[in-house]
């Protein structure tokens, strides 16, 4: 589908003349064992429309139950964010015809929202820390999925027909609204990737989703506007939908701030509407216009009596949180030593678990750094692969350092045997026996070698036994590469001066 | 013996069958030849289950044979009204854009009454979506009063109640949101009963309003309603407004109420439901009972709810707002009737509103509209968001009444039953018919009708008691007092004054 052209101004040129607005929202879909609303199952890929029954059919008769696993996710989520947690809400009901919507209306919340008036610190890769001040958090259901099938790649114009599975109607949702994000200047994609990232990571660390992007158990509307100072008033924004990857948050920011900008320069208006994100193109195009006529006339959900979390309940939910991202880093950081710069390195290479794993089997903290920062940094960069799919375990690492720290290789030989495990070798200790990696611990080799050394040069035999020790050097030189790098060094050197010594 | 059994209650039936003097087979068998013979001047029935009816009572009789008896109505069969969904057998809510729909699933109350050993014999007609008062809005037909074939026999459970008033069934599932069960009871010289908001589970009925719907019994006598409530009551995990406590006991109540003695119990006459509007036969019926009731014992006194004019309005804002959004799940895509465009793109859109446009009934379009506007924005404060106010206000007026009396009475209509189309094509008149019934289920009370009498024009009268929320047992143990004194009065029941209705 060709979109038709835009206008844009560059960046950089955009930010020095106009004030960037974010607002975020967030949807992520928890990882309750049923639906909002009825039993119905919520595992992934199931075969179309079997995860399902009367009530997220929206069959006639059928009434909604709240699923109360949801509403402590919803509330965990909500003290996450710093928010305060409704004494007593209600569900309200968003009216609109939709045929993945099986009522025609969405069982959301409106005015009465679980959670509101929280906060969430992100921090940027250099370290610097936004506060993004949350509006609400609030429970609602999902809409089931369209599949347009004829027609151009899938989209509903010109299609022959259309399915629609209902599997995903009904799973719990929680939406997150941010205030208006204000004072990120050019650093606006950066916040708002941060941001959502951020959220990613504690939705996973409260454990109420897998929060997994391309599945879309976490999905971003980002809306931006543009003032020409942060004096100014508002301007009008735009929501670009189901912005559904990290790098594509930063891509949209950036161009409706490009394309905004062009807008403004040119004397127009930007209209209020939403916009579709393009991931092969990273450009956004028109969707609906949003206007008065979008209508969907809320009102309280007669069906389901108002949830009423008691303080205790939410109190025992709080003292149950688990240790969130940021402090956890914190905590490690100090535990480990790391300097900032250090940690913030590890932070961005996404190696902090791996590090923690592989500091929990055994290995110093300065080990397990000088492991995955490194040799295993370099490599993952070269095969451009995450660091944690590298072919290696955390355990393995921590095998290996253990093996430099026997003395059975030294830190050379321990770089072949990284190469082996990675190339599918086996373990670490595998590997130095497959591949003969082992440091030669046994003195009889080590004798016959240095006797062959001394006797090929007799005269630093006898300096030696004169006294001069500087030469020693030469004669361990020898050793090892006659022993291909495989000897223990000291104990050469304690072995030839035994040998010369006589002793 | 098969030709006298549809006469009795069915208390008296189940009697019979517990006793083993007859089976259920042969109580379906009977009631089944009875809707054979008077279906055609009536049409109470939308689809009768003969088959599925017989097969429930083979079983229920092969319990009996193995000593089991699952419920004090075991064996007797029941009626329900085609707005409560029934597995395997058409639900259609009287309406075209449900013809033939086969729900996958019970209602909370089927599965009651199924495991309760109560064959049904069929789906009773209604308006349709149970919006009216007269079951002139069925897509199936009107169907007739007993009393009278001309005229209307209430609505919206016109079905239930005339089936029950002309011996077609016993038993009766009715659904109220502004009277649909009381008022066709009134006007059939039935006794129908609506429980406590959330005393019935609302799961499988097919919603109209649903801070206002309530399932309920239709029968012949106060016990049986009594009986059937203990039944389909209680708490149901499936619908979060049901109410998580036992009920009260109701049989005992209405045990209790039927040796007539009513000393003691403080009942409040409604000012604001009386005089004006009221037809004459029905305030001076009224009249008989209040002074039958003195005479058991009861203290009267008058009371005064001074919202309660307000009342219909209110309804006619919050019942069509709730609907518009009910609604709207017929659409053509998953169930029931699909209509494609005549012409031009065949488009979701396109295919929603030609469904819609060709399978509602006037009446449902014009709720639907109604309440799509009071939702919307700008009139939500004015509409939606003031007759919430009302509702309040008439909670609080039915609060402060109770505080003096232990029941409130009127009349359950202000007509008796008016003729075919005499009010079709006046709405407000039509609205009118519920004035006495609403303000129960604007506050969620428990309301009955029980006959008592017939007006001037020959037609029975119904008389309403109102209890406070969760006290059903006061309906009970005040409508049975007062039957008792109507049927000592007239040497038995008033549906025996009924005409005979020509037999096939």
Same mark, same amino acid.
């Given at each position: 589908?060709?979109?038709?052209?835009?206008?844009?101004?560059?960046?950089?040129?955009?930010?020095?003349?106009?004030?960037?607005?974010?607002?975020i929202e967030v949807h992520v879909?928890?990882?309750?064992?049923?639906?909002?609303?009825?039993?119905?199952?919520?595992?992934?890929?199931?075969?179309?429309?079997?995860?399902?029954?009367?009530?997220?059919?929206?069959?006639?008769?059928?009434?909604?139950?709240?699923?109360?696993?949801?509403?402590?996710?919803?509330?965990?989520i909500g003290?996450?964010l710093?928010c305060?947690?409704?004494?007593?809400?209600?569900?309200?009901?968003?009216?609109?015809?939709?045929?993945?919507?099986?009522?025609?209306?969405?069982?959301?919340?409106?005015?009465?929202?679980?959670a509101?008036?929280g906060?969430l610190?992100?921090?940027?890769?250099?370290?610097?820390?936004?506060?993004? @001040?949350i509006e609400r958090a609030h429970?609602?259901?999902?809409?089931?999925?369209?599949?347009?099938?004829? !027609?151009?790649?899938?989209?509903?114009?010109?299609?022959?027909?259309?399915?629609?599975?209902?599997?995903?109607?009904?799973?719990?949702?929680v939406e997150i609204v941010t205030?208006?994000?204000?004072?990120?200047?050019?650093?606006?994609?950066?916040?708002?990737?941060?941001?959502? $990232?951020?959220l990613?990571?504690?939705?996973?660390?409260?454990?109420?989703?897998?929060?997994?992007?391309?599945?879309?158990?976490?999905?971003a509307?980002?809306?931006?506007?543009?003032?020409?100072?942060?004096?100014?008033?508002?301007?009008?924004?735009?929501?670009?939908?189901?912005?559904?990857?990290?790098?594509?948050? +930063?891509?949209?920011?950036?161009?409706?701030?490009?394309?905004?900008?062009?807008?403004?320069?040119?004397?127009?208006?930007?209209?209020?509407?939403?916009?579709?994100?393009?991931?092969?193109?990273?450009?956004?195009?028109?969707?609906?216009?949003?206007?008065?006529?979008?209508?969907?006339?809320?009102?309280?959900?007669?069906?389901?009596?108002?949830?009423?979390?008691?303080?205790?309940?939410?109190?025992?939910?709080?003292?149950?949180?688990?240790?969130?991202?940021?402090?956890?880093?914190?905590?490690?950081?100090?535990?480990?030593?790391?300097?900032?710069?250090?940690?913030?390195?590890?932070?961005?290479?996404? %190696?902090?678990?791996?590090?923690?794993?592989?500091?929990?089997?055994?290995?110093?903290?300065?080990?397990?750094?000088?492991?995955?920062?490194?040799?295993?940094?370099?490599?993952?960069?070269?095969?451009?692969?995450?660091?944690?799919?590298?072919?290696?375990?955390?355990?393995?690492?921590?095998?290996?350092?253990?093996?430099?720290?026997?003395?059975?290789?030294?830190?050379?030989?321990?770089?072949?045997?990284?190469?082996?495990?990675?190339?599918?070798?086996?373990?670490?200790?595998?590997?130095?026996?497959?591949?003969?990696? @082992?440091?030669?611990?046994?003195? *009889?080799?080590?004798?016959?070698?240095?006797?062959?050394?001394?006797?090929?040069?007799?005269?630093?035999?006898?300096?030696?036994?004169?006294?001069?020790?500087?030469?020693?050097?030469?004669?361990?030189? %020898?050793?090892?590469?006659?022993?291909?790098?495989?000897?223990?060094?000291?104990?050469?050197?304690?072995?030839?001066?035994?040998?010369?010594?006589?002793? | 013996?098969?030709?006298?059994?549809?006469?009795?209650?069915?208390?008296?039936?189940?009697?019979?069958?517990?006793?083993? +003097?007859?089976?259920?087979?042969?109580?379906?068998?009977?009631?089944?030849?009875?809707?054979?013979?008077?279906?055609?001047?009536?049409?109470?029935?939308?689809?009768?289950?003969?088959?599925?009816?017989? +097969?429930?009572?083979?079983?229920?009789?092969? $319990?009996?044979?193995?000593? +089991?008896?699952?419920?004090?109505?075991?064996?007797?069969?029941?009626?329900?009204?085609?707005?409560?969904?029934?597995?395997?057998?058409?639900?259609?809510?009287?309406?075209?854009?449900?013809?033939?729909?086969?729900?996958?699933?019970?209602?909370?109350?089927?599965?009651?009454?199924?495991?309760?050993?109560?064959?049904?014999?069929?789906?009773?007609?209604?308006?349709?979506?149970?919006? &009216?008062?007269?079951?002139?809005?069925?897509?199936?037909?009107?169907?007739?009063?007993?009393?009278?074939?001309?005229?209307?026999?209430?609505?919206?459970?016109? *079905?239930?109640? %005339?089936?029950?008033?002309?011996?077609?069934?016993?038993? %009766?599932?009715?659904?109220?949101?502004?009277?649909?069960?009381?008022?066709?009871?009134?006007?059939?010289?039935?006794? &129908?009963?609506?429980?406590?908001?959330?005393?019935?589970?609302?799961? !499988?009925?097919?919603?109209?309003?649903?801070?206002?719907?309530?399932? &309920?019994?239709?029968?012949?006598?106060?016990?049986?309603?009594?009986?059937?409530?203990?039944?389909?009551?209680?708490?149901?995990?499936?619908?979060?407004?049901?109410?998580?406590?036992?009920?009260?006991?109701?049989?005992?109540?209405?045990?209790?109420?039927?040796?007539?003695?009513?000393?003691?119990?403080?009942?409040?006459?409604?000012?604001?439901?009386?005089?004006?509007?009221?037809?004459?036969?029905?305030?001076?019926?009224?009249?008989?009972?209040?002074?039958?009731?003195?005479?058991?014992?009861?203290?009267?006194?008058?009371?005064?709810?001074?919202?309660?004019?307000?009342?219909?309005?209110?309804?006619?804002?919050?019942?069509?707002?709730?609907?518009?959004?009910?609604?709207?799940?017929?659409?053509?895509?998953?169930? &029931?009737?699909?209509?494609?465009?005549?012409?031009?793109?065949?488009?979701?859109?396109?295919?929603?509103?030609?469904?819609?446009?060709?399978?509602?009934?006037?009446?449902?379009?014009?709720?639907?509209?109604?309440?799509?506007?009071?939702?919307?924005? *700008?009139?939500?404060?004015?509409?939606? *968001?003031?007759?919430?106010?009302?509702?309040?206000?008439?909670?609080?007026?039915?609060?402060?009444?109770?505080?003096?009396?232990?029941?409130?009475?009127?009349?359950?209509?202000?007509?008796?039953?008016?003729?075919?189309?005499?009010?079709?094509?006046?709405?407000?008149?039509?609205?009118?018919?519920?004035?006495?019934?609403?303000?129960?289920?604007?506050?969620?009370?428990?309301?009955?009708?029980?006959?008592?009498?017939?007006?001037?024009?020959?037609?029975?009268?119904?008389?309403?008691?109102?209890?406070?929320?969760?006290?059903?047992?006061?309906?009970?143990?005040?409508?049975?007092?007062?039957?008792?004194?109507?049927?000592?009065?007239?040497?038995?029941?008033?549906?025996?004054?009924?005409?005979?209705?020509?037999?096939?």
């Amino acid at each position: 589908m060709a979109a038709a052209p835009v206008d844009l101004v560059d960046f950089d040129e955009a930010i020095a003349k106009y004030d960037p607005v974010l607002g975020i929202e967030v949807h992520v879909e928890l990882g309750t064992r049923t639906k909002m609303f009825c039993a119905a199952g919520v595992s992934f890929g199931a075969e179309p429309n079997s995860e399902t029954t009367p009530v997220s059919l929206g069959l006639p008769g059928s009434l909604p139950v709240v699923n109360g696993e949801a509403v402590e996710y919803a509330i965990r989520i909500g003290l996450a964010l710093n928010c305060k947690i409704a004494e007593t809400c209600r569900f309200a009901r968003k009216n609109y015809f939709y045929p993945d919507v099986p009522k025609n209306y969405q069982i959301s919340q409106y005015d009465e929202p679980i959670a509101y008036d929280g906060y969430l610190d992100v921090e940027l890769e250099d370290g610097t820390v936004y506060r993004v @001040e949350i509006e609400r958090a609030h429970m609602e259901e999902d809409a089931g999925k369209n599949t347009h099938v004829g !027609g151009d790649g899938g989209r509903i114009h010109g299609a022959a027909y259309s399915l629609v599975d209902y599997n995903r109607a009904g799973i719990p949702l929680v939406e997150i609204v941010t205030r208006p994000i204000t004072g990120v200047g050019e650093r606006a994609p950066e916040v708002a990737r941060a941001y959502v $990232q951020t959220l990613r990571d504690i939705f996973r660390a409260l454990d109420v989703s897998e929060a997994r992007m391309e599945r879309g158990n976490v999905r971003a509307d980002v809306n931006l506007s543009l003032r020409p100072t942060p004096e100014s008033p508002l301007g009008t924004r735009t929501e670009t939908k189901n912005v559904n990857s990290f790098r594509s948050i +930063e891509k949209a920011v950036r161009f409706e701030v490009s394309r905004q900008a062009a807008i403004l320069d040119a004397g127009g208006t930007v209209i209020q509407e939403t916009r579709h994100f393009h991931e092969d193109t990273g450009e956004t195009s028109s969707g609906r216009v949003k206007s008065d006529a979008e209508d969907y006339r809320y009102f309280p959900e007669p069906d389901l009596a108002p949830v009423s979390p008691s303080r205790e309940w939410v109190e025992e939910i709080r003292a149950t949180l688990p240790e969130l991202p940021a402090a956890r880093r914190r905590r490690l950081q100090a535990d480990w030593g790391y300097s900032d710069l250090e940690m913030r390195d590890v932070i961005n290479a996404d %190696a902090i678990d791996l590090i923690e794993t592989t500091i929990a089997a055994g290995t110093s903290a300065a080990g397990a750094r000088k492991w995955w920062m490194g040799e295993l940094a370099r490599t993952a960069k070269e095969q451009d692969v995450a660091i944690a799919d590298l072919a290696i375990t955390p355990v393995q690492v921590a095998e290996l350092q253990q093996l430099v720290d026997d003395g059975k290789i030294n830190d050379k030989l321990a770089r072949q045997v990284l190469a082996g495990v990675l190339a599918g070798e086996g373990g670490p200790a595998q590997v130095v026996q497959d591949r003969g990696l @082992e440091v030669v611990s046994d003195d *009889g080799p080590l004798l016959a070698a240095i006797d062959e050394a001394l006797a090929a040069q007799p005269d630093i035999a006898d300096k030696i036994r004169g006294g001069n020790l500087g030469p020693v050097g030469a004669i361990i030189g %020898a050793v090892m590469k006659a022993t291909r790098g495989q000897a223990d060094a000291g104990r050469v050197r304690e072995l030839v001066l035994e040998r010369v010594n006589g002793s | 013996m098969t030709s006298d059994v549809t006469r009795l209650s069915a208390a008296e039936q189940a009697k019979l069958f517990a006793s083993g +003097e007859v089976s259920s087979v042969e109580l379906v068998t009977a009631h089944l030849d009875r809707i054979e013979a008077v279906e055609p001047q009536l049409n109470a029935f939308i689809h009768v289950s003969a088959e599925v009816a017989l +097969e429930q009572a083979r079983q229920v009789d092969a $319990q009996r044979a193995q000593g +089991e008896i699952s419920s004090p109505l075991a064996g007797v069969p029941i009626a329900v009204k085609d707005i409560v969904v029934t597995k395997d057998v058409v639900t259609t809510a009287a309406s075209k854009i449900l013809e033939g729909w086969v729900p996958p699933y019970d209602a909370t109350i089927v599965e009651k009454i199924k495991a309760a050993g109560l064959p049904i014999l069929g789906k009773t007609n209604l308006d349709e979506f149970a919006m &009216g008062s007269s079951t002139e809005h069925s897509a199936y037909g009107n169907t007739a009063n007993p009393w009278d074939l001309e005229r209307i026999p209430g609505g919206s459970g016109g *079905g239930s109640a %005339a089936a029950v008033a002309a011996f077609e069934a016993p038993l %009766a599932i009715g659904t109220d949101t502004g009277g649909s069960i009381r008022q066709p009871a009134a006007v059939t010289g039935s006794v &129908g009963v609506k429980p406590t908001y959330g005393g019935v589970s609302r799961y !499988g009925l097919i919603a109209m309003a649903s801070s206002l719907d309530q399932a &309920g019994p239709v029968t012949r006598t106060v016990l049986d309603s009594a009986l059937l409530h203990e039944i389909i009551g209680g708490y149901d995990p499936h619908d979060s407004t049901s109410i998580n406590e036992p009920l009260p006991s109701l049989v005992a109540a209405a045990q209790q109420g039927a040796t007539g003695d009513l000393t003691g119990v403080r009942i409040g006459v409604v000012r604001e439901l009386s005089g004006e509007g009221y037809q004459v036969g029905v305030s001076k019926s009224f009249e008989e009972s209040l002074d039958l009731l003195r005479a058991a014992g009861a203290e009267i006194t008058e009371v005064s709810c001074p919202h309660f004019p307000s009342a219909l309005s209110a309804y006619y804002l919050i019942m069509p707002s709730e609907a518009s959004s009910n609604l709207a799940k017929f659409d053509g895509m998953r169930f &029931g009737l699909r209509v494609e465009p005549e012409d031009g793109p065949v488009t979701a859109e396109r295919v929603m509103s030609a469904t819609r446009g060709a399978g509602f009934g006037d009446e449902v379009k014009r709720r639907i509209i109604l309440g799509t506007y009071a939702l919307s924005a *700008g009139y939500y404060d004015a509409y939606y *968001g003031s007759a919430q106010k009302v509702r309040t206000l008439i909670q609080r007026d039915f609060t402060a009444a109770f505080e003096n009396v232990d029941v409130l009475v009127s009349p359950t209509a202000p007509t008796t039953a008016f003729k075919f189309g005499e009010k079709l094509d006046d709405p407000l008149a039509m609205y009118l018919n519920d004035v006495a019934t609403i303000p129960a289920n604007l506050a969620g009370v428990p309301g009955i009708s029980l006959p008592s009498g017939l007006s001037d024009d020959g037609l029975p009268v119904g008389f309403q008691i109102l209890a406070p929320a969760k006290a059903d047992d006061r309906l009970y143990r005040v409508g049975a007092a007062l039957e008792k004194a109507l049927e000592n009065k007239w040497g038995g029941p008033l549906l025996s004054q009924a005409p005979e209705l020509e037999v096939k």
